[in-house]
């Protein structure tokens, strides 16, 4: 029979190593991509375009394929998603509507991506075929966007709630309207947490591959508008090494998706930060 | 004082944007019940539901193989997946110096931001062949050809058990740290010691908090794509062992929604019907053990 310390320190000491496990799992996920790709990048990896479906050349196709369709899915999700927050913290009270909309959004986050796919090639690809041009950017935008909207709602929300309500008070007790107030003095408080939301969102969307497979269409050529077919990195990433075999542009690719996940982190860490000081009061 | 025009415009916009989400909810359940509904309706949604053979090419469509292949493949990575992340979850709620938690959370945030295509990468380079080694070193006697490339439920459980830790972890973490004081300091105060107090009073306190992460964990296992289509071989038929290949609803829909059409085309939409209320009631679930916001998003 174990004594009661001994059983106790065991038991902790369980508890350790399985931390350091999981911490183990992903320094060696991203030291081993790491180590593997970043050989393969330099100039010309970037600036080259793709050959013979990827297995040689570079990544510069599908990394203007990226940037277009990030940018535009987070023109489209950051005013409506922040919009939305703003309604829901300083428009409205508790209420039928307000429990609908938040339900919504939860179903909304729960739905599987690959389910927001196939909403996205019916919706965007087939029946809207004449404006969005079919498999197209925009195409992939408007599924992206359906899909982080969730993400970004609440996290301006959550940043919106945490501006002190004597901030509020003080705007109004001086004369300024409902509308001067929250855009004079709430969102820039809340501005930060809002940014690191955002930035959620860009991680997400520029990681995201399955509902894309069904609606930006894959092409490597590089898109000339927001109406034709693309891919970003991680599509690309996905096709080249599950049709071509050629890992080492799979873990070029990753490698430069790893490192721009960490300076996303990075970044946001620095504005939560900001936020806590900027509310916490100087 | 007549309200200013901006005044009474501006809160309509931003009414607008807030029913988006509902209006989005509502277009995606309606195109997608629209387009597989067909395909239901036809073949009935049980004989879809439990029928053993996909073949496409024949206009054969039965399920069954890619709903057990996405229990087995869920369950055995929420297997290796729980008893780590609820560990790890003690560690950072109870355990850990303020420094060492303060780096572990980051990791996990981290752990959680990679792309899932990167962790099929990882997981066909390192985790397929070292099943692949497992599989025909000691147990090939046994084992059919097929079972011995590596790729199939178990390397496919392992990657996913690896992508569920982090919402597993943070939410564990907080349902701990949400345990009123009293409790620990009453337990302490009896001389109850630290690891006892944890198992007795602590996680039965936290229980519902945990099992929502772990359902919410579950739900992403379920939704996951990718990684599990690059490690899992992707065959549609029914497993025979941990090392059979195997093909997941979310896979069947990524892998041929490509060149699919017709009826074809029905079948994966009523793929994604029966994926979409799956999800539905593992939230309806979460939402029970919780009774607050369920889903998180990672």
């Given amino acids: 029979m174990m004594s009661m310390q001994a059983k106790e320190r065991l038991a902790k000491a369980v508890i350790w190593g399985a931390a350091l496990i999981t911490v183990c799992i992903l320094a060696l996920i991203i030291g081993y991509i790491l180590v593997q790709g970043i050989a393969k990048l330099s100039l010309s990896f970037f600036l080259e375009n793709p050959r013979r479906m ?9 990394l203007i394929g990226t940037i277009y369709f990030t940018c535009l899915t987070m023109l489209l999700a950051a005013p409506v998603g922040i919009g939305a927050a703003v309604y829901l913290t300083e428009f409205t009270r508790e209420g039928p509507l307000v429990r609908v909309i938040r339900f919504a959004t939860d179903a909304l986050a729960g739905i599987p991506s690959i389910v927001i796919g196939l909403f996205g090639f019916a919706f965007f690809v087939v029946f809207l075929k004449p404006l969005t041009g079919g498999w197209s950017i925009l195409s992939g935008s408007l ?38 107030t929250v855009l004079w003095v709430v969102l820039p408080s809340a501005m930060p947490g809002i940014l690191t939301g955002v930035l959620l969102g860009v991680g997400r969307v520029i990681g995201e591959t399955a509902p894309l497979l069904l609606t930006l269409g894959g092409s490597l050529l ?43 982190n990075l970044l946001s860490h620095t504005l939560m930060r900001r936020l806590m000081i900027r509310i916490g009061g100087r | 004082m007549a309200l200013q025009p901006q005044e009474k415009v501006f809160p309509l916009l931003l009414l607008i944007c807030a029913l988006t989400s509902i209006l989005v909810v509502i277009l995606v359940g309606v195109f997608v019940f629209l387009q597989g509904y067909p395909m239901l309706a036809k073949t009935g949604f049980f004989t879809f539901l439990l029928g053993r053979s996909w073949q496409p090419g024949q206009g054969v469509y ?55 295509v990167v962790y099929g990468l990882f997981g066909m380079v390192t985790i397929v062949p070292l099943v692949r080694y497992i599989a ?20 496919a459980s392992l990657v996913l058990a690896i992508m569920i830790l982090p919402t597993i972890v943070s939410i564990s973490e907080d349902a701990l740290r949400a345990v009123p004081r009293e409790y620990k300091e009453g337990s302490f105060a009896l001389g109850v010691p630290h690891w006892q107090t944890i198992v007795h009073v602590l996680l039965p306190a936290a229980r519902s908090g945990i099992i929502a992460g772990v ?13 599990i289509l690059m490690v899992a071989g992707n065959a549609p038929a029914l497993p025979r062992s941990i090392f059979s290949p195997v093909r997941t609803m979310s896979g069947n829909i990524g892998l041929e929604m490509g060149y699919a059409s017709g009826s074809h085309a029905q079948a994966l939409f009523a793929t994604g019907i029966v994926l979409f209320l799956v999800i539905m009631l593992l939230n309806g679930f979460a939402l029970l053990f919780t009774g607050r916001r369920a889903v998180r998003t990672p």
């Avoid at chain 2, 087995?72 to 110096?97: D, K, N, R, Y």
């Fill in chain 2, 136 to 155: 025909s070193n000691w147990f090939g006697a046994w084992l059919s050809p097929e079972m011995k490339t590596g790729y199939g439920i178990l390397a």
């Fill in chain 1, 54 to 62: 990827g297995s040689e050349g570079g990544i510069f196709s599908p």
């Fill in chain 1, 222 to 264: 590089i898109p000339r508008s927001i109406f034709q077919p693309a891919r970003t990195l991680s599509m690309h990433l996905y096709l080249v090494a599950m049709e071509t075999g050629e890992f080492s542009v799979a873990f070029g690719t990753a490698a430069v998706l790893v490192i721009v996940i960490l300076l996303l």
């Fill in chain 1, 143 to 180: 599924t992206a966007f359906c899909m982080i909207l969730p993400t970004v709602v609440r996290a301006s929300e959550e940043a919106i709630k945490a501006v002190p309500a004597a901030y509020r008070e003080g705007s109004l007790a001086l004369g300024a309207s409902k509308w001067q």
């Fill in chain 2, 62 to 116: 039965g399920i069954l193989p890619m709903v057990v292949g996405t229990i087995v493949v869920t369950l055995l990575s929420l297997l290796i997946g729980v008893p780590l992340g609820i560990a790890t979850a003690i560690f950072l709620a109870e355990l850990a110096p303020e420094g060492a938690a303060a780096w572990t959370r980051r990791a996990i945030e981290l752990l959680a931001g990679i792309p899932s």
């Fill in chain 2, 215 to 227: 359902v919410l964990g579950m739900g992403r296992a379920i939704g996951e794509t990718m990684a």
